[in-house]
């Protein structure tokens, strides 16, 4: 299933990881391919008459089965920046999807899904047609978006811990209550800060696991050095956000 990933424009980079496509066809099965917790929300548009949908912020994985040809485009948000896109609470998503049309309209949507899939289009040309709607999206929102700057500040110390923070610590140092942290992230990301730190020590243990060395790593090392207290602590999170310890989710790679 051939995947690309495209960089998006500078008004877009503080909010969007990447754009993405991806293409599946001549199957002889269907086929399954095991999605991870990555911290983002994606809105995905896919051809054959499927509304576009927006896809939560996950806290397990899940299985996606493509069975046929099937053509996706695709907009991946950084942490706690889809809100401002799809006006309304992240909460509200997390762990489940929303068609878009239920948030942007049915007329905007349907023009956009015409144009992306009505003519024979190149992946960067539709790429250009949903990168040019978030823009429109965007500088609509200007004067109407409540984004914090708190939660902002919040990620950037987790992301640069790589999820070894204390969420105690993380509020103390932003000067505000754990409760007051935990009802801006609900609002403005979808999970509570000690699930997006979670998440991200998880991610950096994958990372660990893509090296070219992963086959003779010691696990209880690669715990300490991801922020985990032992090799029972990442494992029992490889267990919930993959489905499967260490050992077998790295021999399925």
Partial sequence: M???EYPPSPALRAHVACFWTSHAGGLARPHTQRVLPDNCVDILWQDGGRPGFAVGMMTSSIDVVT???LRTVAVRFKPGAAGRFLA??????????AD??????RGEVERLADGLWTHDLSDRARVDLLEHRLLECWRRSVDHWSGSAL????????DGSGGDVRVASLADGLGVTRQHLAAQFRSHVGLTPKMVARICRFRRAIDALKSPSSRALDW???ALACGYFDQSHLIHDFQ???GAAPERFLSAR
């Fill in 2 to 4: 051939p995947y690309q």
């Fill in 67 to 69: 069975a046929g040809a």
């Fill in 88 to 97: 309304l609470p992240l909460h509200t998503l997390s762990d489940t999807r």
């Fill in 100 to 105: 878009i049309d239920q948030l942007w309209g």
């Fill in 151 to 158: 939660v902002q500040a919040a990620l950037a110390r987790i």
């Fill in 220 to 222: 209880a090392q690669l």
């Fill in 240 to 242: 919930e956000f993959a």
